[in-house]
């Protein structure tokens, strides 16, 4: 494997080295991206089973270097959500083994037709789809991505540069090394691969500046991360944004129903952006739903941070507060509203959401067709666990990440979000009149 580490600590590293070094690489994976690009479903499916079966062979190091970082990451005070993103097991590594062959199985998009015509004078015409190019991705404490984008990009005809951020440096290490031999095997370019880690912060500020060699720029991460980013960045970004999720219990929500949505879109697994975070209740169902909800809730261990018309029906809560409201916690915290009716519940969402997924709980046909038309989000659902927002869940295998702007993709983004589209013109001599 040819990556390339620095003599000295990143941040030793003169400024003109890295950004020497980067663009290097970058000129190697655009290099590599033409290879990509015509190579055939079968070339690129036969990479991805080979990464399925490398990413299980590999599994006692990778395991190994992953235990590294999560000691690291405990002794530098990491958040407890961001070490269970950091965490894998063997059946985390199984299952990345599995979402990579999903994405095998998928249609390969590369070449098919959006639409097309015939002018009266016989000229076709066609939109088809084709790579990006190069696809950079930023993103923190997530080995799995490193799995998910690579997979994902070659499925897609595209090559890829890496920042998994330091605190999955030693488990990235590894799972590049595995991707990397995967490509070589089948005859592609390991090139298509890169990262940029080892050059630290400055490597992803250079990788943020890179127009002309990167296409796209995917972050993923915390809400610092991804403003950071779009602020930044020169390269075209396409925003992923933070889960600030909403579950509103209409007034004729099923009591069954609310009270195992709302646990397992918050306790599943708390620290991922298709969590719950704020319940909003209608006040005539307060009384009927609260205590069977947020009893289940609390017996998990979910602080529950209440209004006060909550915290008068439910003992043991503790004081919303404004920022609550605005809160991605990626935790077992939760907040609680009272609202006066439907429309309460829209203003408040309107006013606090990110725009990533928001569900209603109701059994009126109304209720939910309104809450499915009125809320701009990327994902809005009826009587479902936000927790289904995701690209496997979708059917994607995997994803890039869930897009929460709206050009180009929005929601869970799987290979058609990597495509670009061109249009092919075939004639037979005719010049326009």
């Not at 990556?3 to 980067?22: M, N, Y």
């Not at 997530?142 to 070659?154: F, K, Q, S």
């Not at 289940?296 to 998990?300: C, D, H, N």
């Given at each position: 494997m040819s990556?390339?580490?620095?003599?000295?600590?990143?941040?030793?590293?003169?400024?003109?080295?890295?950004?020497?070094?980067?663009?290097?690489?970058?000129?190697?994976?655009?290099?590599?991206?033409?290879?990509?690009?015509?190579?055939?479903?079968?070339?690129?499916?036969?990479?991805?089973?080979?990464?399925?079966?490398?990413?299980?062979?590999?599994?006692?190091?990778v395991l190994a270097a992953n235990t590294v970082d999560l000691e690291n990451g405990a002794g530098a005070g990491l958040a407890s959500g961001l070490l269970d993103r950091l965490r894998l097991d063997e059946a985390r590594v199984t299952a990345l083994a599995a979402a990579v062959r999903e994405i095998a199985a998928l249609t390969d998009p590369i070449g098919q037709t959006v639409r097309g015509s015939r002018l009266p004078n016989g000229v076709k015409i066609d939109q088809v789809r084709v790579p990006f190019g190069v696809v950079g991705?930023?993103?923190?404490?997530?080995?799995?991505?490193?799995?998910?984008?690579?997979?994902?990009?070659?499925?897609?005809?595209?090559?890829?540069?890496?920042?998994?951020?330091?605190?999955?440096?030693?488990?990235?290490?590894?799972?590049?090394?595995?991707?990397?031999?995967?490509?070589?095997?089948?005859?592609?370019?390991?090139?298509?691969?890169?990262?940029?880690?080892?050059?630290?912060?400055?490597?992803?500020?250079?990788?943020m500046q890179a127009r002309g060699l990167v296409d796209v720029l995917v972050p993923r991460g915390s809400a610092s991360l991804i403003q950071a980013v779009v602020t930044e960045s020169r390269v075209p970004v396409i925003e992923t944004g933070a889960g600030v999720v909403h579950i509103y219990l209409d007034e004729t929500a099923r009591l069954d129903w609310a009270t195992e949505i709302v646990h397992n879109a918050k306790v599943q697994r708390p620290s991922v952006c298709n969590a719950v975070e704020t319940v909003l209740v209608h006040r005539a169902a307060a009384e009927r739903l609260l205590p069977s909800v947020l009893g289940?809730?609390?017996?998990?261990g979910v602080t529950i941070h209440a209004d006060e018309n909550v915290a008068r029906l439910v003992p043991g809560t503790v004081p919303a507060t404004?920022?609550?409201?605005?809160?991605?916690?990626?935790?077992?915290?939760?907040?609680?509203?009272?609202?006066?009716?439907?429309?309460?519940?829209?203003?408040?969402?309107?006013?606090y959401s990110t725009g990533h997924t928001e569900s209603i709980l109701t059994d009126d046909v109304v209720s939910a067709e309104r809450f499915l038309a009125e809320v701009d989000s990327a994902v809005v659902m009826v009587n479902a666990s936000t927790r289904f927002t995701d690209g496997g869940e979708f059917g994607f295998g995997a994803e890039v990440g869930i897009s929460t702007q709206k050009l180009h993709a929005r929601g869970?983004?799987?290979v058609s979000e990597l495509t670009s589209t061109k249009w092919t013109v075939r004639g037979t001599g005719q010049v326009r009149a």
């Open positions: 990556i390339a580490t620095p003599t000295a600590p990143p941040s030793s590293v003169p400024s003109d080295t890295v950004a020497e070094g980067v663009r290097d690489r970058l000129m190697r994976a655009r290099e590599a991206s033409r290879a990509l690009a015509t190579a055939t479903g079968e070339t690129k499916n036969r990479a991805l089973e080979a990464l399925a079966v490398g990413v299980v062979d590999a599994t006692t190091r991705a930023i993103y923190e404490a997530r080995p799995n991505v490193t799995i998910d984008i690579a997979a994902l990009a070659l499925k897609s005809g595209n090559a890829v540069v890496l920042r998994g951020g330091t605190a999955a440096e030693n488990t990235n290490r590894e799972l590049i090394s595995v991707i990397r031999d995967a490509l070589d095997s089948v005859g592609l370019p390991s090139d298509a691969v890169q990262t940029v880690d080892d050059f630290g912060r400055d490597g992803a500020t250079q990788l289940r809730l609390t017996a998990s404004d920022d609550d409201w605005a809160t991605e916690h990626m935790s077992l915290d939760i907040s609680v509203r009272i609202v006066d009716d439907l429309d309460a519940a829209l203003d408040h969402i309107r006013r869970p983004m799987g």
